[in-house]
């Protein structure tokens, strides 16, 4: 079965890291566009960073220098590592993997495969 699982997410304070994992069983997640993106209460879902078939990265400006995509793909595994965590960081975390053939949607729930999401919370 296909699947992507998220994990890593946790309870921290200010200014301390995190790194979230998105594991894949099914597919081989090297093969496809992936992106995390993060949902607060309330809120719409916000695309964090994204790392492409090709290797190449973005990431929305508010995280930029703080959080770092990465892949592994010996373990099928996108990582996010987050540092320097703040307060409005604190969301539900998903991951989801897409074709390369198509942009990257708005919203998790819009790529091909995705995660429960893993929640992150960031107390002052």
């Known amino acids: 079965a296909v699947r992507l699982v998220e994990s890593g997410g946790d309870s921290v304070q200010t200014g301390e890291s995190l790194r979230l994992s998105c594991t894949a069983s099914?597919?081989?997640?090297?093969?496809?566009?992936v992106a995390w993106y993060r949902r607060q209460p309330g809120n719409e879902c916000e695309l964090v960073s994204s790392i492409s078939v090709e290797g190449s990265t973005d990431y929305t400006d508010s995280v930029k220098g703080r959080f770092t995509i990465s892949q592994d793909n010996a373990r099928n595994t996108v990582y996010l590592r987050m540092n320097s965590l703040k307060p409005e960081d604190t969301a539900i975390y998903y991951c989801?993997?897409?074709?390369?053939?198509?942009?990257?949607?708005?919203?998790?729930?819009?790529?091909?495969?995705w995660g429960k999401g893993t929640l992150v919370t960031v107390s002052s």
């Open positions: 099914g597919f081989t997640l090297g093969e496809t566009d």
């Open positions: 989801g993997a897409k074709d390369s053939d198509r942009p990257t949607p708005d919203c998790y729930n819009h790529m091909d495969y």
